[in-house]
Structures are given as C-alpha cells and as structure tokens.
C-alpha cells in the first residue's frame, strides 16, 4: 500500500523551530518529486515546499522562504522539513505530499498529515 | 507568483444537477492545472491532472477543460458523495499554488 506517515509536529513557542519527518512506503521514493502543503485550522490549501527526485530542484512559497528548509534522503525514503522561526502565522497542519512525477506536479498520495502549533 | 481565482466560493445544488466550477490562472499555465477533492477532517484527493486526465479510480461524471488561464471542473451528475470542497492546484513551476477552493453544499 502507497503510504505517506508525517511526524514531528507539536506545539512551540514563536522564533522557536521544530522539523518534522516524513516516512514513505509502499513505492519507489526517488522517482517522484515531494512536497509540504500545510492547511491551517479552517482555511484552505497552501503550497510550502517542494523538491524534486534528485534534490537539484527545490521551491518555497514566499511566505516560508529563508526559515524553512526542505530536505529528501532517498536511501531512507524520507522527507524532511527543518522549521526555524516560527510564527504564529505558520500554525497548520502539514502534509507530505508525492507528486505525479519527478518534478512538479499534481499531487496525488497525501500524508494525513502532523500538526503544528506556534503559541505563546 | 502566480495566483489562482476559483469561482463560486460556495455553490449549493441538489442530487443530479450538473454542476460547473472555475478557476482563472493570473497568468498562463499551459495545462498544468489539476483538481483536488476534500471532505471535512480528511486528506484532499486528486480527480483529474493536467487539465482532464481522469485519476484512477474517480466516476467518470467528473470531467476538466480549459487551457492557459482559464479552467473548469464540471460534475455531470451530482452524487450525495459529491459534496465536498474543491481545489484547483496549478504545477507550471515550483511555485505551486492552490486556489481558495469551491465549497458545494447541498441545497
């Protein structure tokens, strides 16, 4: 069975960092490009962060640029996003995504996802 | 960044009717447009890439058109599992974007 399982969520203190993890099953992980989405309480969708099969192609949404960091490691079909300075802004919860292909895509198996509050 | 228009925010309908969802892209995006289904406290669900290409497994009563900025998802029949939220979601780059989704409701 195809399979995303995100962990590593929790709550924090704003400027605080968390990074979460992504475990992959059930396909071969370095042929398809990865992405975070995350969707806060209520709200629509919104694109964070994506990264291709190789890792020579990584995108962020303006929002998040320059306090996270996504990250793949292939040889444990894993996906990784390193959360620094966190805002109160980025409490959602993320999903790990697999695109269609190597790059971008459409998104077609979602993680149920972890979630992550930043409170004081 | 491009940004993605969904109209209506919120459409109500009843079991059968034929319903018609857009979404304008601020620029083109060629057919890189896909369409995401998502009922409460559940993951979203791919219905159709690249503009019309039915994922596996969805009901044929889905269907896409459209091409550079302009896009449609249209529900031929409305099934009582229908009512849901819809996303469109554009892959012209890594600079991906959702737009702000289509609530259907029952009428």
């Known amino acids: 069975e195809v399979q995303l399982v995100e962990s590593g969520g929790g709550v924090v203190r704003p400027g605080g960092s968390l990074r979460l993890s992504c475990a992959a099953s059930?396909?071969?992980?370095?042929?398809?490009?990865m992405n975070w989405v995350r969707q806060a309480p209520g709200k629509g969708l919104e694109w964070v962060s994506g990264i291709n099969w190789s890792s020579s192609i990584i995108g962020y949404a303006d929002s998040v640029k320059g306090r996270l960091t996504i990250s793949r490691d292939n040889a444990k079909n894993s996906l990784y996003l390193q959360m620094n300075s966190l805002r109160v802004e980025d409490t959602a919860l993320y999903h790990c995504?697999?695109?269609?292909?190597?790059?971008?895509?459409?998104?077609?198996?979602w993680g149920q996802g972890t979630m992550v509050t930043v409170s004081s | 960044d491009i940004q993605m228009t969904q109209s209506p925010s919120t459409l109500s309908a009843s079991v059968g009717d034929r319903v018609t969802i857009t979404c304008r892209a601020s620029q083109s995006i060629s057919t890189w447009l896909a369409w995401h289904q998502q009922k409460p406290g559940k993951a979203p669900k791919l219905l159709i890439y690249?503009?019309?290409s039915l994922e596996t497994g969805v009901p044929s009563r889905f269907s896409g058109s459209g091409s550079g900025t302009k896009f449609t998802l249209t529900i031929s029949s409305l099934q009582p599992d229908d009512f849901a939220t819809y996303y469109c979601?554009?892959?012209?780059?890594?600079?991906?974007?959702f737009g702000q989704g289509t609530r259907l409701e029952i009428k």
């Open positions: 059930g396909f071969t992980f370095d042929d398809y490009g």
């Open positions: 979601q554009q892959y012209n780059s890594y600079l991906i974007t």
């Open positions: 995504v697999r695109g269609r292909g190597t790059g971008e895509d459409a998104f077609d198996i």
């Open positions: 690249k503009v019309s």
